[in-house]
């Protein structure tokens, strides 16, 4: 092999300037190996339930932000909370795939209200949806409650609507639920659990 002046003295270079490096600390394989910082380690962890059906698992829901007042943290990681009794930190497919539910671009995030005959949704806000629920339910129980039945016996009964209620909450919400729903004469009161 024919090699000139320059070609040597790069060889050379290039050999002493790594060998000096390695010597140094710089080696390509201890950088390589260098410990990196868990993903996690500067989240804040928050414990959730997962919104699909009615087994009601608990999550782990870890979010990066500087907790701010009015800061939005972005969620980086969900999964399974291992102290949920439900789920002992198991999560179904639906509750794995949460975090691409949670950044999809089609996700609705405030009430939408399409007028009859209309094709076209239109957003309002949580003051109008609230409004219009409770103006329509009332005006449902005005025209359908039937106060007496044919005996003549009291009986405040609203069979027109029900009520469907979620089974991830609390023993005490699930209580009170119940006490409203039955407060307003509904008859038709069913839990996501048994549907």
């Not at 102290?83 to 089609?106: E, I, M, W």
Request: glycine share 8%; hydrophobic share 35%.
């Amino acid at each position: 092999m024919h090699i000139n002046r320059r070609q040597f003295f790069k060889v050379c270079t290039a050999t002493v300037g790594s060998s000096s490096l390695a010597t140094l600390g710089f080696s390509p394989d201890e950088v390589r190996a260098e410990v990196r910082e868990f993903k996690l380690t500067r989240t804040t962890e928050t414990r959730n339930t997962c919104p699909y059906c009615s087994v009601g698992c608990g999550l782990l829901i870890h979010s990066l932000g500087d907790s701010s007042k009015n800061a939005v943290a972005d969620i980086v990681h969900i999964e399974g909370d291992p102290d949920h009794p439900v789920n002992r930190g198991t999560l179904c497919p639906k509750g794995a795939g949460l975090l691409d539910f949670v950044h999809s671009p089609n996700r609705l995030k405030y009430p939408e209200y399409r007028a009859p005959g209309s094709k076209h949704w239109q957003r309002i806000t949580w003051n109008e949806a609230f409004s219009r629920i409770a103006t329509l339910m009332k005006a449902d129980r005005d025209a359908h409650f039937i106060a007496k039945n044919d005996k003549g016996q009291t009986v405040n009964r609203w069979l027109s609507t029900g009520f469907l209620a979620a089974s991830a909450s609390s023993n005490e919400t699930g209580h009170l639920t119940q006490k409203i729903a039955r407060s307003l004469g509904m008859l038709a009161f069913d839990n996501q659990a048994r549907v």
